[in-house]
């Protein structure tokens, strides 16, 4: 890995997203507007404060797996990676500069996110907001570096758009928002456990539960970088210099 | 740039079977034959980008794909490959950043692909000729001395066409090795050099003159079709 080239990647990525404005705003406001509805539905009650940390903690993870596997595999289809795969350009480079670029971006949209929840919506969170952030940003990251693993594996951007539903959905519903995981059948609770979406879950409930819950969200943030660590490796693995 | 015994499979056929090819330093040889016939895969292998089966390629004096090549080979798949979302400027700057190439080599390479009235413009909006010199745009950044370029020319204009040839002679002329591939067989009078590849097999490698001398025909497509009807059924075929 060469800092210089990582950033150039990085920046690189930036340029291109900041050309495509829909996505930009679907990106940084369909969050809002999905927490502003689920207030309302729940009339911003106790319910609201319950859930709607955790979301914060699934929206980023969500969005990013889904951007990530698609202009992955865009470079894939599209010959520029088989062009920088030929090039002085190293696979962390490539790979960090996506995580960089996708990093700064699932900050900004949990910063935006975590204003709205707190100061719109009138979330109630016990804990600092900015440990919300930190812990919305590793759920990213998680979903970054899965997002990369799962497009090796996706030859159209049909596919890779139907590996959100496979990758995600059943960390959703295992992942203690709808039912507790300790209150699950024991079977779905073990799975639950190997599942990085309960971590961020676990952090995000830690931090808006009590004020001193951040060593508690620390340990679970630690998972996470794990988690995104291995993704990444794996990730890595599938970007072949050669092709048969 | 040599070869040996170079066999490589893509999906359930063999491409190639068994090539030996020598490319001498500083020439610009020319890769013609059907499509389907290898060329393709011969480049790939060549720049270190595909799995092969048998054999040796070794490029400027290393095995192909080493670590030590990655800068001093430039490589143009047949299918332009750039960023469309990004402006032709970002596409060259980009890509001179991770080729180690200054920003002078981006007006350089600007100037010499003939895209100066282009710079700001976003590359999903350029014509096909423009995307296609793009992409050689951005394999000449970082002063390669191997150029693989697959299908140049291909949907250019005559005009367009003659330029590039010029500056291929003038990138040779510099001490470049060149290796084009192209299936327009007018082309093959501004190369040093011809590989005929045909059924993954080197159906004749010679310069212009030796190849029209042997086959006594009037020019390449003559000297192609009358090497085809002379050739032994190529491998696996097995009759009509």
Redesign the interface.
Known sequence: MTP??TL??A??VV??LR??HRTVALLLLLPCVLIGLLAWVFDGGPVFDRIGPALLGVFPFTVMFVVTSITTLRERT???L????????GKGDFLGGYAVAFGMVAVAQAGIATAFAIGVCGLQVAGSPWALVGVAAASALVGNALGLFASAFARTEFQAVQFMPAFVLPQFLLCGLIVPRDQMPAVLEAVSHVLPLSYAVDAMNAVSRSADGGAEALADVALLAAFALGALTLGALTLR???? | MRTRGLRVRRGPREVLHGVDLDVPAGQVVGLLGPSGGGKSTLMRAVVGVQVVQAGEVTVLGQPAGAPGLRSRVGYVTQAPSVYGDLTVRANLRYFATVMGAGRPAVDEVVEQTGLRGQVGQRASTLSGGQLSRLSLAAALLGEPELLVLDEPTVGLDPVLRRDLWDLFGRLSGAGVTLLVSSHVMDEATRCDRLVLLRHGEVLADDTLAGLLERTGAPDVEHAFLELVEHAPPPVGWSGP
């Open positions: 210089r080239l150039a990647t920046l690189r340029q291109q050309a495509d599209s010959g520029t088989e062009r920088l795969l030929a090039t002085p350009l210099r050669r092709t048969p």
